[in-house]
Each structure stands twice: as structure tokens, then as C-alpha cells.
């Protein structure tokens, strides 16, 4: 029987709430033993609580050093994170490793050591190791899609590339779709290693329509455009309420905004509101951290949710979440967000009803609207859900592992 050993320090965010448990409960479902090894702050933590409560199994824990959290950003406080990132994982492992075997050591969230593992070699010995890229981006300019391009590219791309090359690193998971192409062009001898696994979002309490537009305040015939989650301008929230501001906007029109706001985003909605004068009527917003009964309402209320993030070319769970209740996305024309729009087909651009830019932006209301109520409830939205759904997502990464396991077998 094989021992997987799930190394996640931290307790927020999607890794440990949902990575978590889905990847254990796929290797328990094949026989394998499961340890999380984790920190003491994180296991007290409720997302960790919720994650280990929802397994159906009772999970082996083991506890590494807390990992002193720097203040401040930049490169040398992200080596320097990564350094006592790579300490702790390797003391835990080592104390581990005195009483217990393991097979094979996986990262929800390979980021942690990305940059300095290749130069300092493996903090797990010579056992097999693999984990998940999320915030890979040096690629993307090869790959056509817009965002940030800069010289930390070329050091970036050397350093994946020292990271593929570590002897013991057997398998890097990635939610980036290109990501892999990318290494089959590229670093050719080390594509085997690297597998494209489509991200998981869902939605914890799907909800009726009917019901949750009464409850959030809005009428059947309202168009209503969500932004759902932590609020900050990163997720556009500037353009978001210079559309809301535009002097013909429909009457039936509605904003949501549904989440907790940053200081910037509070300060941007309370100057919005304090402008709007009656317009105030067709805004509900939702300062705070959604219930899991909220997030339901907010996905089966809206009939487009809203994207369009600002420097950011990462993926986002809203556009999973979005596909799932059949509800178009309408995004900017930046990173993962709009590839996945664009190759499959789940909503409109913020381009493709701007008839005219800032300083003073008119829109094409009709094509919006018309539009969105075209594509809600797709085909296409439905076969990205699957494609996306939690279940595959445990079975891709376990899967991946089973693999790159059987072939050390046969080596």
C-alpha cells in the first residue's frame, strides 16, 4: 500500500479547503494511505477543520515548523520566504521520515519553493516528490496571451526549468493549460514530468433564481451583472462602476457587488454611491464574507459575472463557479481568464460592447444584454463545468502521481 504525504502549511484559499480534500479523498478511494503534514496555526485554523471534517476517512496528521511570515514584497523577500519555506519542509519531513515511510510527497502548492528548489535541491531527500504551479506566467507572451511581460521572465524560465530538472521531482501539476505546450516546445526532455489538470471551484449551496432574487432584493426582469468575492480594484471594480455610471444606463439594469471590499474598494463604492444619487436604487452590495447560502443566491441571481481583473493572469474559481450555474463571464482581454473565455465559449469581452473608452465610456446596452441571455446555460458552460468539476479534478492529480509511480516501478 503506498503513503502519500500532502505538504500544506497554510490553511486559506482554495489549497486547503478544497486541494486538500479532494486530492486525499481520490488516493484514499484507491487504497493509498494519507498523511497531511501541516502547521499547528493551520490545523487550528476552520478551513482546515472544515477540509479534514469533510473527508470521509480519518486523516493521519503530522506537524512541521511554523514558517515565519516577512513583511513587505519584492524579490529578496520572496527568496528569502522561500528559503524558510524550504527549511520547514525540510525539518517536518525529516521528523517524519523516523517513524514512517512514504512513497510520495505532493504540494498543493508548489509556488512555496518554486524559485530555489532547483538551486538547493529537493527538501524531501530522495523520496518522489511533485506539486501544482498556480502563478506560473513566463510563458505567456510565447504563448499569445496578454499580461505582464518583463526581463524576470528569461530568470523565471531558468529557474522552472532547474526545478523540472531535479532528479526527484517527478511530476508538476499545473491548472495553466498552455503551461505544458509551452515545455513540449521548449525543454522538450522534461515534458514528461509536467501535466495540465483543469482547475476545481463549486458552488457549496446551488440556489433557485426565483427564490434568491427575492432575497437579494431584485425583480425577475432585472439584468444583473455580479462581482463575487473578495473586492479590490484588481478585479476592475474602476470600469465595473463606470459602466454603472454611464448617464443611458437601462433602468432594469442592476449591480451586485457581493463580497468583502479591500479599503481601496470601499473607498471607490462609497464615492460611487454618494454620486449616484437614485441610481443608488439599482446597486445591492454585500460588504462582508459570503455565507455558503449568499454565494447560492449570488451565481443563480446574475445573468453575467464580471472579470475583467487588471494585472492578473491567473485563473479564477468565479469562472468555474460561473459555468457551473450556466451564467455567462464577461472579461477582460488579459491572462488565463479570457483564454478559457475565448476557447470555449463563456462569455463576452468588456470590448465587445464598449462603443466608446474613458474618459467618458458609451456601451452598446442591447448587444450585452442579448448576448449574455444567448450564451446562459450553454452547452459550452455546461461541458466546461464538467471538464472543471471537483471529482475529476482529485482523479487528474492522483492519477498523475499513480503514473509517474508505476514508471519508476518499471525504471
Not at 500500500?1 to 482554495?14: D, Q
Request: charged share 20%; with cysteine; proline share 4%.
Amino acid at each position: 500500500m503506498s503513503r502519500l504525504l500532502i505538504v500544506e502549511p497554510e490553511a486559506t484559499g482554495h489549497r486547503m479547503v478544497l486541494y486538500v480534500r479532494l486530492i486525499a479523498e481520490e488516493a484514499h478511494l484507491r487504497g493509498w494511505k494519507v498523511t497531511l503534514m501541516t502547521t499547528a496555526s493551520a490545523l487550528a485554523h476552520s478551513a482546515t477543520q472544515s477540509a479534514i471534517s469533510a473527508l470521509g476517512f480519518k486523516l493521519d496528521i503530522a506537524k512541521m515548523p511554523e514558517i515565519a511570515r516577512g513583511n513587505g514584497y519584492g524579490k529578496l523577500q520572496l527568496l528569502s520566504g522561500q528559503r524558510a519555506y524550504l527549511r520547514a519542509f525540510e525539518q517536518g519531513y525529516r521528523e517524519y521520515r523516523k517513524t514512517n515511510a512514504v512513497n510520495f510527497v505532493y504540494v498543493p502548492y508548489l509556488n512555496y519553493i518554486d524559485k530555489l528548489a532547483g538551486l538547493y535541491g529537493s527538501p524531501f531527500g530522495a523520496t518522489p516528490f511533485g506539486g501544482m504551479i498556480l502563478a506560473a506566467k513566463f510563458h505567456h507572451h510565447a504563448c499569445g496571451i496578454a499580461g505582464p511581460r518583463g526581463r524576470m521572465d528569461v530568470v523565471n524560465r531558468v529557474l522552472f526549468q532547474r526545478l523540472l530538472s531535479l532528479r526527484t521531482l517527478a511530476l508538476a501539476t499545473t491548472i495553466d493549460e498552455p503551461l505544458p505546450k509551452y515545455v513540449m516546445r521548449n525543454m522538450p526532455a522534461l515534458a514528461p514530468k509536467i501535466r495540465y489538470v483543469p482547475d476545481a471551484s463549486f458552488i457549496r449551496q446551488p440556489a433557485e433564481r426565483r427564490t434568491s432574487r427575492r432575497a437579494l432584493g431584485l425583480e425577475e426582469g432585472d439584468f444583473v451583472v455580479a462581482s463575487y468575492g473578495s473586492l479590490s480594484p484588481r478585479k476592475g471594480l474602476a470600469r465595473l462602476l463606470s459602466m454603472f455610471s454611464a448617464a443611458d444606463l437601462p433602468k432594469h439594469f442592476r449591480l451586485l457587488l457581493a463580497g468583502a471590499q479591500d479599503a481601496e474598494a470601499a473607498h471607490l463604492i462609497r464615492s460611487f454611491m454618494a454620486e449616484a444619487g437614485e441610481r443608488r436604487s439599482q446597486v445591492v452590495v454585500l460588504n462582508r464574507f459570503c455565507t455558503e447560502l449568499e454565494e447560492g443566491w449570488v451565481f443563480a441571481a446574475a445573468d453575467a459575472m464580471w472579470l475583467c481583473y487588471e494585472n492578473f493572469s491567473g485563473m479564477s474559481g468565479v469562472l468555474i463557479q460561473s459555468a457551473q450555474a450556466g451564467v455567462p463571464v464577461i472579461t477582460s482581454n488579459y491572462g488565463l481568464i479570457e483564454h478559457n473565455r475565448a476557447k470555449s465559449s463563456l462569455g463576452l469581452r468588456w470590448d465587445d460592447f464598449l462603443l466608446t473608452a474613458l474618459p467618458v465610456p458609451r456601451f452598446d446596452w442591447n448587444k450585452l444584454e442579448s448576448v449574455a441571455y444567448s450564451i446562459r446555460g450553454s452547452s459550452q458552460l455546461a461541458e466546461f463545468a464538467v471538464q472543471h468539476s471537483p471529482k475529476q479534478f482529485g482523479y487528474n492529480v492522483i492519477d498523475g502521481i499513480a503514473g509517474v509511480q508505476r514508471m519508476e516501478v518499471r525504471a
